[in-house]
């Protein structure tokens, strides 16, 4: 997805000129740079900064894209971003990769396992996370009238997002963005074997939107909440909040750190994997859902 976002936003440079794309330390965007050098900001190692300076860019009306590492631009940056970006409104998107434990050879600091949670406590903030490049698209083509983060990575292996029922008599699978193309391949193996469960992805973190998209789900049925993030403050507390029991919730700890693990592995370990996601969905369809 990071491929294809580049490309989006040389795009959008082309079409407005008031956009402007502010990184930190990223040797990245080399078709922005060369076609759009005076709207390419590199700010160096100096999170802080760069949120500062895409704040202050977009107070002059500035269409500003601030892109870095999740797990360095949310956390050294969170005071500028909730005072100078969220509190005064502006318009400041933030793209923020290797979420969750997409650098998993790296060590926990490159681990951003709760950047839904964060940035949903900054004022006026909006929250997505795109499950594939058609979903990025529109949302990047949306003009803003506030400050908003997306989560975006590279897929998840070969999984291709199938699109599926959202609605099943017997379960709901609602997953956090990517994590539905996941979850697909689960959820297609079950209704090939007559289990009616559906699968709903979230792409915008808001109570409203949660509520919209499992209206069509049968009071019945078992909701089973998938998201790489950890429990708090994410897509589990959005479906509560939004009056939905859950019988099951994959999540991640809060104390990831997965150096030496591969990918496969970590989708293992941490139960995102095909088999244990249809054992999930299994295993609960009989149990009595909790709030």
């Not at 590199?42 to 894209?65: D, T, W, Y």
């Not at 789900?217 to 959005?238: F, K, M, N, P, Y």
């Not at 970590?266 to 299994?282: S, V, W």
Request: aromatic letters at 8%; hydrophobic letters at 45%; a neutral charge.
């Amino acid at each position: 997805m990071r491929r294809e976002l580049y490309e989006m936003l040389a795009a959008l440079a082309e079409k407005d000129p008031s956009v402007i794309l502010v990184v930190a330390d990223l040797g990245t965007f080399g078709t922005f740079r060369s076609r759009f050098p005076a709207r390419f900001i590199n700010v160096g190692v100096a999170e802080p900064n760069s949120a500062g300076i895409a704040a202050g860019l977009a107070s002059q009306g500035k269409r500003v894209f601030l892109y870095g590492v999740a797990g360095f631009t949310l956390y050294r940056a969170f005071e500028q971003i909730k005072f100078s970006i969220g509190y005064w409104n502006q318009r400041v998107c933030i793209i923020g990769t290797g979420f969750g434990w997409r650098y998993y050879q790296m060590g926990r600091g490159h681990h951003a396992a709760d950047d839904v949670a964060v940035m949903r406590l900054v004022p006026n903030m909006r929250v997505f996370a795109p499950v594939d490049t058609d979903s990025l698209s529109g949302i990047l083509s949306r003009e803003p009238s506030g400050p908003c983060y997306i989560r975006i990575g590279e897929g998840l292996g070969d999984e291709s997002f199938r699109c599926l029922p959202t609605s099943g008599s017997d379960a709901v699978v609602v997953a956090l963005g990517e994590m539905a193309r996941q979850c697909s391949a689960a959820v297609g193996a079950l209704r090939n074997e007559g289990v009616d469960v559906g699968l709903v992805a979230i792409e915008e973190l808001r109570v409203e939107h949660v509520r919209e998209k499992l209206a069509s789900a049968a009071q019945t049925c078992r909701i089973i909440v998938v998201e790489d993030h950890v429990a708090i403050g994410g897509l589990g507390s959005i479906v509560r909040d939004a009056g939905f029991p859950i019988a099951k919730h994959v999540h991640l700890p809060t104390d990831v750190d997965t150096v030496t693990h591969s990918r496969a592995a970590l989708l293992q370990h941490y139960g995102f994997d095909t088999r244990t996601i249809q054992n999930d969905i299994l295993s609960c369809l009989n149990s009595k859902p909790s709030m």
